[in-house]
């Protein structure tokens, strides 16, 4: 495993990596300094910076044309042409769900099927709390509209799907602290995923008395009404790892999830959430992953810079961009938004 410094421009708060194979470059946000930017993957150049007027949650290529990008900025959707470096209309605009507490969209990424899933959060952190079920995580298509997919989120954070479309993993950072893993349909919807028939029958009963599942489940997954909580850290194995963030998928259908706080990423059987291996980063507050490259082999990982650091505290790589490889395995193309 190799582990090098692709871009060591920093990033207030780097997140987002998206690759974009049509044009082989990497696509990265800076959350606070409201930026999107493209990366060579070769030099680590940033061959191009778009500046928006808010902060910037995700950067997403439309699947026919990824010159085109839906961009999360503030609590909407636009879309966003980077030739003409312009804005071209809002998709649409979640600020009528907040709940007294102002929010913002703070991770995306496209379903299987191209609809875009993202959540919301506070829009801006005060002496490190975290209000509790102030956001929700929606998923959002041209033909279906806007829809709730969970309520009372609270940090709203990495997304993942399975290969055979049927398992979506879901991150809600803090205080939750859980990767959650639910049933998802082709329709778009998500439920508790239960491992058999007795669970299903079970997961009634879960539902109507509030009842315990858990020794149904794999040792160590602890089972929800409307979800199975593959990894909790709130545990106290899991203690001063940090906080679980941005989270990409492999062919093995294994999990790859940076830890904010943690300078490293944790690589996680998504069967029954046991750690497989740790990627160390020589960053601390490392944000998110995704795979790239021309195989798909290289992990990109993005990190925070001045972030919630005191003056003075910034590390000397600390929001730099790193790659990744080596590791043994290779993600699967991200899906482009259809629109």
């Known amino acids: 495993m190799s582990v090098r410094v692709l871009n060591s421009e920093m990033q207030e708060l780097g997140e987002g990596p998206h690759w974009d194979p049509v044009n082989g470059r990497l696509i990265i946000v800076d959350i606070d300094g409201r930026a999107v930017k493209f990366i060579n993957p070769v030099n680590g150049d940033i061959t191009e910076k778009h500046q928006f007027d808010d902060k910037v949650g995700a950067a997403i290529p439309y699947a026919a044309d990824p010159s085109l990008l839906v961009v999360a900025v503030g609590n ?34 496209c379903d299987p099927y191209g ?108 089972s929800l009404a409307n979800g199975r909580v593959l990894v909790d850290f709130k545990l106290d194995k899991w203690d001063g790892m940090g906080n679980l963030d941005g989270m990409t998928i492999d062919v093995q259908d294994n999990l790859w999830v940076a830890l904010f706080g943690g300078s490293r990423v944790l690589h996680i059987d998504s069967r029954d959430g046991k750690l497989l291996s740790q990627v160390r980063i020589p ?57």
């Open 76 to 109: 909407r959707l636009v879309k966003y042409d980077s030739i003409k470096r312009e804005t071209l209309e809002t998709i649409v605009d979640v600020s009528d769900y907040e709940k007294g507490v102002r929010t913002r969209i703070n991770d995306a990424k």
């Open 115 to 222: 609809r875009i899933v993202f959540g919301t959060m506070v829009y801006e952190l005060s002496g490190g709390t975290f209000p509790e079920n102030i956001g929700k995580l929606f998923s959002y298509s041209g033909s279906n509209g806007l829809k709730v997919l969970l309520e009372d989120v609270s940090l709203s954070n990495g997304l993942a799907w399975t290969r055979d479309n049927k398992t979506f993993f879901y991150i809600d950072t803090a205080p939750a602290r859980t990767l959650t893993a639910y049933d998802y349909s082709e329709d778009g919807n998500i439920s508790f995923r239960a491992t058999g028939p007795l669970d299903k029958y079970l997961l009634e009963i879960v539902v109507a008395v509030g009842a315990p599942s858990d020794h149904l489940l794999p040792h160590g997954v602890r």
């Open 283 to 339: 960053s601390l507050n490392t944000t998110s992953v995704c795979f790239g490259g021309a195989d798909l082999s290289t992990l990109f990982v993005t990190s925070a810079g001045r972030h919630n650091v005191p003056e003075g505290l910034q590390e000397a790589q600390g929001g730099n961009t790193f790659a990744v490889t080596d590791l043994g395995t290779k993600g699967r193309l991200a899906v482009g938004f259809a629109g």
